[in-house]
């Protein structure tokens, strides 16, 4: 079965507590509100579902361009890192591909019970 779901920039119009598992693939530098996309995206996980961030190693000057170019949240790694923490994540796994060009880094979230 196919269904299309049609998300904003403040969230993803996916159903509650359905997810083992979800993926983002080079995407977290392109919200324009992070905080409010990790907070829905914790309610889609369930019990104790897990969040992969795998983005590429963005240097400082082009961050700043993407930026004001686009509107782009091109937060340094540590920030992302903070903010998703705040949204009700703990990370359990961080690490990164040396052997790839843009050096992605992989971050794994497990969804805080509160």
């Known amino acids: 079965m196919k ?4 998300g904003s920039d403040n969230e993803t ?4 507590d359905t997810f083992d598992k979800i993926i983002m693939l080079w995407t977290y530098q392109y919200f324009k509100n992070p905080k409010a996309i990790m907070t ?8 104790d579902g897990l969040l992969y961030i795998i983005n590429p190693n ?3 000057e082009s961050s700043v361009q993407l930026a004001q170019e686009h509107g782009w949240n091109v937060s340094p790694l540590e920030k992302q890192i903070s903010d998703i923490l705040r949204c009700g994540f703990e990370l359990i796994q961080i690490s990164r591909n040396n052997y790839c ?5 992989i971050l ?7």
Do not use: G
């Open 58 to 60: 963005i240097d400082y």
């Open 108 to 114: 794994v979230f497990k969804k805080k019970i509160t």
């Open 40 to 47: 829905d995206l914790r309610s889609k996980l369930k019990y």
């Open 3 to 6: 269904i299309t779901v049609i």
């Open 13 to 16: 119009n996916l159903p509650n």
């Open 101 to 105: 060009c843009e050096n992605p880094y």
